[in-house]
């Protein structure tokens, strides 16, 4: 599993899409099919004409980790046993539109919302 927001926007090591995507106006999931579609593009590109790229279908996902611990703030809350948490955690939540945009960048990330 990676995560959608580290993967790498420029340099040797970027991924295929991800620094267009980010710079973009998309809505956020579109953002995804960005890179997705780069991604098989420059799978197709590398591969040539042995590829058959109806075989290969990309997928990034861009729920993971934020989506369980953000999806009931509560339930996060007390099976930390820090129920006080849980008005904290909802307010970092309702704050974005969906719990993956919660750790978009390195500023954004719940462990930067402190300091």
Same mark, same amino acid.
């Given at each position: *599993?990676?995560? $959608? $927001?580290?993967?790498?926007?420029?340099?040797?090591?970027?991924?295929?899409?991800?620094?267009?995507?980010?710079?973009?106006?998309?809505? $956020?999931?579109?953002?995804?099919?960005?890179?997705?579609?780069?991604?098989?593009?420059? +799978?197709?590109?590398? *591969?040539?004409?042995?590829?058959?790229?109806?075989?290969?279908?990309?997928?990034? *996902?861009?729920?993971?980790?934020?989506? +369980?611990?953000?999806?009931?703030?509560?339930?996060?809350?007390?099976?930390?046993?820090?129920?006080?948490?849980?008005?904290?955690?909802?307010?970092?939540?309702?704050?974005?539109?969906?719990?993956?945009?919660?750790?978009?960048?390195?500023?954004?990330?719940?462990?930067?919302?402190?300091?």
């Amino acid at each position: *599993m990676v995560d $959608y $927001y580290g993967l790498p926007r420029t340099g040797p090591g970027a991924w295929p899409g991800r620094e267009a995507g980010s710079a973009s106006a998309l809505p $956020y999931p579109e953002n995804v099919k960005q890179v997705e579609d780069e991604i098989k593009r420059d +799978l197709c590109g590398d *591969m040539g004409q042995r590829f058959d790229p109806s075989r290969f279908i990309p997928f990034v *996902m861009i729920h993971e980790f934020e989506a +369980l611990l953000f999806s009931d703030c509560q339930r996060f809350a007390e099976a930390i046993n820090r129920e006080e948490f849980a008005s904290a955690f909802q307010d970092i939540r309702d704050g974005f539109s969906n719990p993956e945009q919660i750790d978009d960048s390195p500023h954004t990330a719940p462990s930067e919302a402190n300091r």
